[in-house]
């Protein structure tokens, strides 16, 4: 058995239960609701896009004012005079090592920096935006009673018929246990 075949197997789910959903949307439904479920959709797609924008502006925004802050703490600890010796109690001297080449920045940790703050800013943007454009399709959704009554029941029956195809599907013999017989 390779996986393909489970890829396979799934990617059928998907379909049915797809097939089962737009046959839902399709007849439970009246055209002003599928209107108001597309617009929310695309409101929950757009608040995603536009935050996920803002974050990942965000995150080179602050990537860029952090690597400045390094090197400015890098040239002020350059120019600072530095102990060259250390002078023990019992007359014996040893040289302080110059550490300064370790502490400058670098290309990878500018890299690297940037990277990590870009895909923070780009998450944190993201799901925001995510959240308030959820908030906002589900406000437009409830706002009208009837359209919540009617999405609600049609997603309600929409469930029991998945269900029920699951069921089959588990009292048939499944595709895996076919494979194996």
């Known amino acids: 058995m390779s996986m393909e075949s489970l890829a396979a197997l799934r990617n059928q789910r998907n379909n049915e239960i797809r097939r089962l959903a737009e046959e839902h949307f399709q007849h439970d439904l009246t055209q002003s609701d599928r209107d108001t479920l597309r617009s929310a959709a695309s409101k929950v797609s757009n608040y995603a896009n536009?935050?996920?924008?803002?974050?990942?502006?965000?995150?080179?925004?602050?990537?860029?004012?952090?690597?400045?802050?390094?090197?400015?703490?890098?040239?002020?600890?350059?120019?600072?005079?530095?102990?060259?010796?250390?002078?023990?109690?019992?007359?014996?001297?040893?040289?302080?090592?110059?550490?300064?080449?370790?502490?400058?920045?670098?290309?990878?940790?500018?890299?690297?920096?940037?990277?990590?703050?870009?895909?923070?800013?780009?998450?944190?943007?993201?799901e925001s935006g995510f959240l308030l454009g959820t908030a906002s399709a589900s406000r437009s959704i409830t706002k009208d009673p009837q359209t919540r009554e009617r999405l609600e029941k049609a997603f309600a029956n929409f469930r029991?018929?998945?269900?029920?195809?699951?069921?089959?599907?588990?009292?048939?013999?499944s595709k895996i246990a076919e494979l194996f017989s």
Do not use: H
Request: contains cysteine; glycine residues 12%.
């Open 50 to 126: 536009i935050g996920s924008g803002l974050g990942l502006a965000f995150g080179i925004y602050c990537a860029f004012r952090l690597r400045r802050m390094r090197v400015a703490y890098f040239n002020a600890f350059r120019a600072a005079e530095k102990p060259v010796e250390v002078r023990f109690a019992d007359g014996r001297t040893e040289a302080v090592p110059d550490i300064t080449p370790q502490l400058a920045p670098s290309r990878w940790g500018d890299a690297a920096t940037y990277f990590f703050f870009s895909v923070g800013g780009l998450f944190l943007g993201g």
């Open 160 to 173: 029991i018929d998945a269900m029920k195809k699951e069921i089959q599907q588990l009292e048939g013999k």
